[in-house]
Every structure is written in C-alpha cells, then in structure tokens.
C-alpha cells in the first residue's frame, strides 16, 4: 500500500509571528487526526524554518528518538546533558531523550534556517539521555533504539533511488523531484509504504530524499 501526501496537505504550526513556520506530516500538539498518529516508528516529521534569533526556548522531551537533518542554515543546540553544538547541512543530529532531557533550539545565524526533524518511538522506554552529531553524513544511520535505518539519497536527474523492501518505508523528499509509481514528489512531499517490495524509483531532477527504513515494531518486540 502506499500513501502520498502533499506539502501542502501538511498541517501548518509553529508560530509565524515569532518567526518560527513549521508543517507537520502527523498528528502534532494542537492538529490531531485519530487516523494520522504515527507511520511505522515514525511519530512526527516536521519541517522547521526559523528566521534569524527565532528558536525553541527550552523544554522536555523523554522516551523519543529525535533524529534532525539541517537543510539550510545553522542550528545551534543546547541540552541538559550539556551538549552545546552547532549542526549544518550534510550533518545528522541524534537526540536519545530516554528518560528524559531539556533542550534549546535556535537560529543564532544571521540567515534562515530550514530543517527536518523527526521523532521515532523506541523499542523500550527509560534508559540514559545520549547525543551525537554526524558531521557529512554519507548513505545511512542505522537507529538499533527503534531497529530502522535512516538512507539519505542524493539522485542525480535521470538516475534511479534504490528503495528497499521494508514493513513500513517512508520517503521525504528535501529537494528535487522523483518519480515514485507513477507520482511525481517535489520538495516537502512524503510517501508511506507499507509491506513494501523493493523499488527504484526515478530522480527527475537532481535529487535529496531521506528514506526511512522500519521494522514492523510488533515484530520487533515478538
């Protein structure tokens, strides 16, 4: 089965007065949708642009993987842990809240930021807070805490995305375009396969796509 949903059919967050514009792809804080709560793992994909000085003033997350990818800009990331980092384009940041952790989000630059951030529901709750920054990650992450991978795809137009057979795949396309069964995806446009085959999709033009790749978790925890 597969699902495609269009950037603009995302449900509009944030709060654009203080410059912070996000557009969530599932059921998010006050949008809620009993028949859109999570895909596989996966619990929210939101897309994030904040103007320059906007941010997210400290606040808790616990029992969530909450993975990030930088389109645009710098992030700059403040944790309870004690982390302070900076993250941009081509870097992968990976928050383990477990337990529970606080953390900060701004746009300290001078130009937009614009960023991806997913959060994923791990196999056990409770455990230790961990982070980690991927400096130019290259083709995947693996994230054992949920049993999925994480495929960053890069197509050039013309060439094809090796997808892989999964129980649940869920393809977001950063930038560019592709051709998945027949439908066109362009920037902010997602597909959610389920009990999916392998599949090669064509790039229409060159292409950034994040492909996560997850276990059914019922068999996962059987």
């Known amino acids: 089965m597969i699902r495609i949903q269009r950037a603009a059919e995302r449900y509009p967050g944030g709060d654009p007065a203080a410059g912070i514009e996000t557009r969530h792809a599932l ?36 029992h969530t993987e ?7 800009g710098e992030l700059t990331h403040h944790d ?8 941009r384009p081509g870097d992968l940041q990976h928050l383990s809240a477990a337990s529970g952790v606080r953390h900060v989000e ?24 961990s982070y980690e920054v991927v400096r130019g990650l290259g083709d995947t992450y693996r994230l ?4 999925a991978v994480l495929h960053v795809e890069r197509p050039r137009a013309g060439s094809r995305l090796a997808l892989p057979a999964a129980d649940f795949l869920y393809v977001h396309v950063v930038r560019g375009a592709v051709l998945l069964d027949g439908e066109e995806l362009g920037p902010g446009d997602a597909a959610r396969l389920t009990d999916s085959g392998a599949r090669e999709p064509a790039a229409t033009a060159d292409a950034e ?14």
């Not at 949708?33 to 808790?60: Q, S, T």
């Open 27 to 62: 059921s998010f804080g006050p949008y809620y949708d009993p028949d859109n709560l999570r895909f596989g793992a996966l619990l929210a994909c939101n897309e994030e642009r904040l103007a320059p000085g906007a941010g997210f003033d400290e606040h808790p997350h616990s």
């Open 66 to 72: 909450i993975v990030t990818w930088v389109v645009e």
């Open 80 to 87: 309870s842990a004690g982390h302070t980092t900076v993250v």
């Open 106 to 129: 701004r746009n300290d630059a001078d130009v937009p930021l614009v960023f991806v951030q997913m959060w994923l529901a791990p196999l056990e709750p409770g455990g230790s807070p």
């Open 144 to 147: 054992p805490a949920v049993d």
């Open 209 to 222: 796509v994040l492909v996560w790749e997850m276990r059914d978790w019922r068999k996962a925890l059987g």
